[in-house]
C-alpha cells in the first residue's frame, strides 16, 4: 500500500505519461469565463478544444484561473487521496502567482480531521498527514520540482528528506523562461498581479517594432531579461540557453522542462528544439515535452513558450 503520495496542481507542466509513471496526482484549478465554471485537471487531449474555447482570439479578461478554496481541498482530499496513503506532499504553485498555497495550508487540519473515519474504513490507523510546499514556481519549473520529489519518495526516501530537499535545493534552483507571443494579454495579466515584468511602455514599444520580452521566474518573481525581435526568436534563444546548459553540465538534475500553448509539433520542428533533443541524448538528459496548462496558459496567452531546469550556477542568457 502506498506510504506517501506526490500532489501537484493543474499549474504543473508535467506530461500526463511521467505524471502517470511516477504516480503523480493532480489538484483541479476552476476556470470561470463569464458565468461558466470549468475544471483544469490537466487533461491533455482536452487542452487545444480549450485553448480554442477560452484563449485563442479572447480578450485578456475573458478567463480566469481560480484555486481552489480550503473546503473543497479538503472534499477533494477526502474523495481521492485520503484512504489510499498515510501521507502526502502536495507541491504548489508559487504562491507569489496563485493563492492554492494559502488556501492548501488552510486545509490541512480540516482534512486530517475529517479523514478519520474514511481511513478506518480503508483499514488504515492514525491521522492523514498532509505537507503544503510552495515550489516558488509554475508551469515547466514546477514540474521539474515535482518530478524530483516524485522520484525521491520512488527510490525510498522519507517525506521530511523530500520536503527539505525542495525547500532548501530545488526550489532556489530552478530557473523557468517563458516567451509570451501575445503583448496585451501578457500586459494586462501583469499588472493585474503588481508585477513589471512588461510595462506599459515595453507593451508599446513590442507592438510598434514586433519586440518580445524573455520573463525569467526565479524564487518565485519574474523580471524580463532580455527584448527580441518576434516570439520565435526569443523561443531560439532559450532553446539555446538550455542546450548550452546541458553541454557545459550546468545542470542539478538531468531534465529539462519544456511547454507551449498551442500544437506541440510548432516546438518539434523547430531547428534549435531539434538541437536540444540531440544534445540531450548525447548526454542523457531527459526532455519533457508537454502542453502548457489552461492555468499558465491563461496569464501568458496562447503561443506562449516556457521552458524551465535546476541549477544552482546557470550559464547567462546570451
Known sequence: MQETAILADAACDMPRSVMAALKVQTIPFRIRAGDRFVADTRD?????SLYQQYLIGKQDHYAESIP?????????????VVAGCDRAILLTIASTRSKLYMHATGAVIGTAARSVRLRKEAGRSGLFDLTVVDTGAIGPGQALIVREAARMVADGAGSKAVVEAVENRLRDASHTFLVPDELLYMYTRAKLKGEDSITWGRYMLGSAFNIRPIIRMHKGRTDAVAKVRGSD?????????????????????????VCYAGPLRTVRDMPAYQSLERAAREHEVELMLAPMSLTVALNVGARAFGLSYLSET????E
Open 68 to 80: 481552489l478554496v480550503e473546503r473543497e481541498l479538503e472534499d477533494h482530499m477526502l474523495r481521492n
Open 314 to 317: 546557470p550559464p547567462a542568457l
Open 233 to 257: 526568436e526569443g523561443i531560439r534563444r532559450v532553446l539555446a540557453h538550455a542546450e548550452e546548459c546541458i553541454r557545459t553540465g550546468s545542470l542539478l538534475t538531468p531534465v529539462v522542462s
Open 44 to 48: 491533455e487531449e482536452a487542452l487545444p
